[in-house]
């Protein structure tokens, strides 16, 4: 692979970590100050919200101007977001901040959280640089280094956010990350990423060519039926993104969550380094659902007993399997869609996959807190399964993931038997891998 490759994808990989620290950090800074579920799955509601409707902008971006100038502004929009949100801080007296209904707090949460989504415009122009600088036959491989860069940012976002939150507090958060991000700007600089996209014509449509963007998805059999099975994954998502975090606080201290998440994190490298070693395979969508399978049936168990042992256990494998399906969506978009329009399909693939979570997100939080968590600890829940299941908070918790995990693996085996499930399939198969011209544009980059 090229060395400007790696230096990208080195790059990114900072910008990853000091995004994911920033939205670790406030989650559990929020969650520890107003102790509120609620707040937690609005805030996840918000982070996916913003996810599924930027997807459109950023996508069309990626496509319509140089790779370097859009992962340029993702940083700088990710710097002066913070930049605002520390102002807010420092400003605010530090007593609202402990009433989830304060105006000042969600203002504080909105321009983090939008700093941190602002890299997103990174994560869609990698991949489409992936397709235009790697051959074929190792696109696969390098959609798992960045499966692998992605859990090695979550590692150590997951260890700083709980060590800084726990022990020097937001002032401090807010400074790293800003000083972090001006250095990943400047050394984006330096790079001499190519400034023209794969087909330059085609680009300059429209900002936002969401019929075009569906007519190209249409063109591919069964392509539209694998985005609506992970759209329906990610509304069953939701409930990881709203609950994990009140789940795991009410197990272990906010010092040892961090440093946990840490470790599981390891499972994202992992899962991401065995695709970039031994690839996808002849057929990554058939991967896509067994991993699935897979992924659901832990659900159903992780958190059966109020364990933080079983619920590493579960966890670390679930996250080994993120990165491979990841990398098999991406492989198989990188194939059968036209690189002149894969910025635009990978943002529309990411706002309608995401746009089923922030409505679970919402509506979790009030449902586990005013019906789940009552129901296993003073509800006819303690009396039912009180005995073996466990009573208390993290057990009505427990009870939402269980139900979850039981719908999506009934999800997950009905969809393996559609016929979209093999139409793309056999679709795939037949595509033949572009030409090496696409990459006529990188060859300075192979030095």
């Not at 074929?136 to 692998?148: F, I, P, T, Y």
């Not at 659901?296 to 399997?321: E, N, P, R, Y």
């Not at 399906?325 to 329009?341: D, G, K, S």
């Not at 016929?419 to 011209?437: C, D, K």
């Amino acid at each position: 692979m090229p060395k400007l490759f790696y230096a990208a994808l080195a790059n990114s990989l900072v910008a990853s970590v000091t995004n994911t620290f920033v939205w670790f950090a406030i989650t559990f800074w929020v969650y520890l100050e107003t102790r509120s579920v609620i707040a937690t799955s609005v805030m996840a509601g918000v982070y996916t919200v913003t996810v599924a409707f930027s997807g459109f902008l950023l996508g069309s971006l990626v496509d319509r101007y140089p790779k370097k100038v859009a992962m340029i502004l993702s940083s700088s929009t990710s710097l002066v977001l913070f930049a605002l949100a520390w102002l807010a801080f420092v400003l605010t007296p530090p007593a609202a901040f402990g009433d989830v209904a304060s105006p000042a707090l969600w203002v504080l949460i909105f321009l983090a959280l939008a700093g941190a989504i602002a890299g997103n415009l990174r994560g869609i122009a990698l991949l489409t640089l992936i397709t235009v600088m790697i051959p074929e036959g190792q696109r696969d491989r390098a959609n798992g280094l960045v499966g692998s860069a992605n859990g090695f940012a979550f590692l150590v976002a997951s260890i700083l956010s709980g060590l800084v939150i726990g022990f020097f507090g937001l002032h401090w958060m807010f400074a790293g990350a800003i000083l972090v991000t001006l250095v990943v700007v400047l050394h984006l600089w330096t790079l001499a990423i190519p400034n023209q996209t794969v087909a330059q014509a085609e680009a300059q449509t429209q900002s936002i060519d969401i019929r075009g963007s569906i007519r190209a998805i249409r063109a591919v059999p069964g392509l539209f039926g694998l985005i609506f099975f992970k759209t329906f994954n990610n509304f069953l998502g939701g409930v990881f993104m709203a609950l994990m975090d009140p789940y795991g606080l009410e197990l272990v201290s906010v010092q040892v969550w961090g440093a946990l998440w840490g470790f599981l994190s390891l499972g994202f490298i992992l899962g991401g380094l065995f695709v970039a070693r031994r690839g996808l395979g002849e057929n990554p969508l058939r991967l896509i659902f067994l991993a699935n399978l897979a992924m659901w049936v832990i659900c159903i168990f992780f958190t059966i007993q109020a364990s933080i042992v079983l619920l590493t256990v579960g966890v670390f494998i679930w996250i080994c399997l993120v990165p491979v399906v990841e990398a098999a969506e991406q492989t198989i978009l990188q194939r059968v869609i036209p690189p002149e329009r894969q910025g635009r399909i990978f943002g529309f693939a990411q706002s309608v996959e995401q746009a089923a979570s922030p409505v679970t997100a919402f509506l979790i939080g009030p449902i586990a807190q005013l019906v789940f968590i009552p129901f296993m600890t003073t509800g006819a829940g303690v009396a039912l399964i009180g005995d073996w299941f466990g009573t208390g908070v993290d057990r009505g918790i427990a009870l939402v993931f269980i139900l979850a995990g039981v719908i999506g693996l009934v999800i997950t085996l009905f969809a393996m038997q559609s016929n979209a499930y093999r139409v793309l399939s056999a679709h795939y198969m037949r595509r033949q891998p572009e030409g090496e011209t696409m990459r006529a544009t990188t060859v300075a980059g192979e030095a």
